[in-house]
């Protein structure tokens, strides 16, 4: 039997009502009932639990949130102890530990930092307590904030690897249109790939949040590329969480054509549930199996209408069949670059091949970053040139003549020679047609003045440029994470209704 982690997000208007800042005490109850029950199951569950400012406005009787951050980050002081008594209180009367975490950017910047987070969820879970997490709001300006708890709660989602990430909003699902104005709008069940999602997200967050269901559909991106089955559903209906993972664990099950291997789960069958696979009504007979692999029809939808099985409403976003994750992931998510390194063709296929990043490679840097922060790569298409002294991306002048030259501005095209007249032909790169392509992120070696002067140098020329050599990269391999460029799966069949975009 499985144990699953399974990560629940909760939005201001989830905790409290709009108008009146009051708790939404029916709706947290039920939340605290699922939590428990899937703890009793044998999972593990986060709750990343958004609130504090909006509690703080009813304690301090203000009709609205202010919109100074000092005033801000007062009410966030305020209401994060008063939200964590309401879940103290609530989850007290099960007898059910809790633990509050609070993060910022920063916090998870430092790898060492991130690690100790990581861990403390892990000893907690093995202490069987409920983590509660939220942005320590009350320290949080522009530069060290995640933006909104849905991208928090992808993060948190990545760090602990979780099966599940819930994000409960106050709709159903995602629609191809805005419901409440089309009455046709049509529900998306399942989302095989978010680079093809086409789905009305003008939905804004509430006048308490932050977050609209643009922020989750981003977070869905950030969480499914960590191998997390992310999925939108109905705040105010908690008790669908274990209903839809039940029909997903179900799904995954039978789709592999062998009943006999099917483990039951851990939920109660009961209204609405799927049947557990142990009971063999549940289960797909042989000449099911044969009719299912004969027939033209998607797999997992004749599956569906053999077992009879349907769960509520929602939005199930499939994670990545080759996921990002541990440092990779930290990287990626955990780090804000602070600028831009330009690279052609030959070192972003030496990146993909496990290789480090050459001061050889580089054609240009964006931005004024130190040594050892985050930047961006950008792969860039070179094209043969005739200039000997051409423009570069960043605007400067190479160290050395017949390396690089400034920029001709407004045009957008840079112009990268050899060493002399002996060298290779002379290349040049088209900045915006093709426009660059972001491929990874890395910790770099060296501070963006020095990567300007090293940049197109074998390695073995950095010490006399520069008087010395850190490194003979720029960017160590096991400090680089590449992006997701291709399609995050192959085309497989959509279950449900609306799945289809």
Same mark, same amino acid.
């Given at each position: 039997m499985k144990r699953l982690t399974i990560v629940i997000k909760l939005g201001t208007s989830s905790i409290v009502d709009?108008?009146?800042?009051?708790?939404?005490?029916? !709706?947290?109850?039920?939340?605290?009932?699922?939590?428990c029950k899937l703890q009793k199951d044998g999972h593990h569950v986060v709750l990343v639990s958004s609130?504090?400012?909006?509690?703080?406005?009813?304690?301090?009787k203000l009709e609205k949130r202010p919109k100074h951050l000092p005033q801000v980050q007062a009410l966030a002081a305020i209401g994060q102890c008063r939200l964590m008594r309401i879940w103290e209180d609530l989850f007290g009367l099960?007898?059910?530990?809790?633990?509050? !975490?609070?993060?910022?950017?920063?916090?998870?910047?430092?790898?060492?930092?991130?690690?100790?987070?990581?861990?403390?969820?892990?000893?907690?879970?093995?202490?069987?307590?409920? %983590?509660?997490?939220?942005?320590?709001?009350?320290?949080?300006?522009?530069?060290?904030?995640?933006g909104d708890n849905d991208t928090l709660s992808a993060i948190t989602a990545g760090m602990v690897q979780a099966d599940y990430l819930f994000l409960m909003t106050d709709v159903d699902c995602l629609y191809d249109k805005n419901p409440r104005k089309y009455p046709d709008?049509? %529900?998306?069940?399942?989302?095989?790939?978010?680079?093809?999602?086409?789905?009305?997200?003008?939905?804004?967050?509430?006048?308490?949040?932050?977050?609209?269901?643009?922020t989750k559909i981003v977070a869905a991106r950030l969480a499914t590329a960590a191998g997390v089955t992310t999925v939108i559903t109905r705040s105010s209906e908690p008790g669908n969480v274990a209903k839809i993972i039940n029909y997903a664990e179900t799904l995954k099950c039978q789709s592999r054509l062998n009943a006999d291997t099917c483990q039951s789960t851990t939920f109660e069958p009961g209204n609405g549930d799927v049947q557990p696979l142990a009971d063999s009504t549940a289960?797909?007979?042989?000449?099911?199996?044969?009719?299912?692999?004969?027939?033209?029809?998607?797999?997992?939808t004749l599956i569906n209408e053999a077992l *009879?099985?349907?769960?509520?409403? *929602?939005?199930?976003?499939?994670?990545?069949?080759?996921?990002?994750?541990?440092?990779?992931?930290?990287?990626?998510?955990?780090?804000?670059?602070h600028g831009s390194i330009f690279i052609d063709e030959g070192a972003s296929n030496a990146l993909e091949r496990k290789a480090g990043l050459l001061p050889v490679g580089i054609v240009g840097v964006e931005g004024n970053f130190a040594q050892q922060e985050a930047v961006r790569v950008y792969a860039v298409k070179?094209?043969?040139g005739s200039s000997s002294l051409g423009p570069t991306v960043d605007g400067t002048t190479s160290p050395r003549p017949g390396t690089h030259s400034r920029t001709n501005s407004g045009i957008g095209t840079a112009y990268v020679s050899g060493s002399g007249a002996d060298s290779p032909p002379r290349f040049a790169y088209e900045r915006h047609s093709p426009a660059p392509m972001e491929v990874a992120r890395a910790i770099v070696n060296?501070?963006?003045?020095? !990567?300007?002067?090293?940049r197109g140098l074998r390695s073995t020329e950095i010490s006399g440029v520069l008087g010395y050599a850190d490194s003979e990269y720029v960017a160590l391999r096991e400090n680089i994470a590449l992006m997701k460029v291709e399609r995050s799966r192959p085309t497989t069949p959509s279950f449900g209704l609306g799945a289809e975009t």
């Open positions: 709009e108008n009146t800042h009051e708790p939404l005490i029916e !709706i947290l109850s039920s939340i605290v009932k699922t939590a609130g504090a400012i909006g509690v703080a406005l009813q304690r301090m099960v007898e059910q530990p809790i633990a509050q !975490i609070l993060l910022t950017r920063n916090d998870i910047a430092d790898r060492t930092q991130y690690l100790n987070a990581q861990n403390t969820l892990h000893e907690l879970f093995n202490m069987r307590v409920i %983590p509660i997490v939220n942005e320590n709001d009350t320290l949080s300006v522009a530069e060290i904030k995640f709008a049509k %529900p998306i069940e399942v989302v095989e790939d978010i680079a093809d999602l086409e789905a009305d997200v003008s939905s804004a967050g509430s006048a308490l949040g932050t977050g609209g269901m643009g289960s797909l007979s042989s000449s099911q199996i044969l009719a299912v692999k004969s027939s033209g029809t998607s797999t997992p *009879h099985i349907s769960a509520p409403l *929602h939005t199930r976003f499939l994670p990545d069949l080759h996921p990002i994750r541990d440092r990779n992931f930290w990287i990626l998510n955990g780090l804000s670059p070179r094209l043969p060296y501070s963006a003045a020095e !990567i300007k002067r090293i």
